[in-house]
Each structure stands twice: as structure tokens, then as C-alpha cells.
């Protein structure tokens, strides 16, 4: 079990994202829940102070359907994209700690529509359509890498696990 999307540095510290408050949408419904199993990709970089620090890039995982099908890829946005080509792409609006100590946070995050017919809130038609909220829960893994860095541009992954449950 496990859940991804977003490392604990993506999101930005003066956002609106409560860490208190409840991972559950208020008056949306369970679409479908999916488990997903990918990695968080991060860059080493020079931050401000000119050190080399670890910084989340994106996400690249595949969620799963509770028969074992593979049903969205999940990449950088963050956004999730079906099969049909229905895709949407979220903001973090809720984050809670991990119950798996070293995990990336368990989020809920507002989504849009970004299909390729232009048409946005959810009007596509395809799997995705009118999917308003992704939830990210049972994070295992995930977190930017314990050592340091050592090479500007170098890149690590690091795997993780989730489930996905999305909302209408």
C-alpha cells in the first residue's frame, strides 16, 4: 500500500496546504481507488545559499486497479492521464504525515482538467472526466535521498508506494 504524487518539498511552504486537516473532500464521491507503484525523482541542484541540496522534480508511477490493470500513468503536474487520453492535473490543497516514518506526505489535492481537446473542469468524456479531487494515502518511501548530493544535475530516484483515490 502506498501512495505518490508529490515529494514533501513540492509543496510550497507558503501555500495554502493545512497539514491539519482532514485528507476527505467534503461533498464529492468515491470514483475509484487504485494502488500505485513508481518512483520521486529529485535533482541536485544549487539553492540559494550556492550548496548542493536535493529538489523534487516530479513523480513518474503507474496506478493500478484493484484486479491488477494498469489505468493512469502519473507524472509531473502533478497530473494522472488514462488510457482514452483524459488527463488532469492537481494542487496540493491538504497534506498529513505519513504513518510510514521517511515517507513522502499523503495529500489531497484540487484537480483540472487538461485533456486534449482544450476542455477544462472535467468535460472531456473520457475516464477521467469530472474527477475534482485525488487523494494520496498509505505513502511508503519516496523522500529525497538521505546522502548528499555531490554533482550539480545529478538525479535520483527514489521508489515509493501509494494508494490513489479519486473523486467526483
Known sequence: MAAACLAAGSVPAQSAVSTSSSLTPLHATPYTSTTATGVQIYMCEYDSAHHLAWLFRSPQATLYDTVGRAVFQHDAGPSWQAHDGSRIVGHPIAQMASASPGSIPQLLLETTSDDKNGN???????????????????????????????????????????????WK
Open 120 to 166: 477544462s473542469g472535467g468535460n472531456s468524456g473520457g475516464e477521467l472526466s469530472g474527477v475534482r479531487y485525488v487523494q494520496r494515502l498509505n505513502t511508503v518511501g519516496g523522500s529525497a535521498p538521505a546522502q548528499m548530493c555531490t554533482a550539480e544535475h545529478q538525479v535520483a530516484y527514489s521508489p515509493y508506494f501509494a494508494n490513489y483515490v479519486f
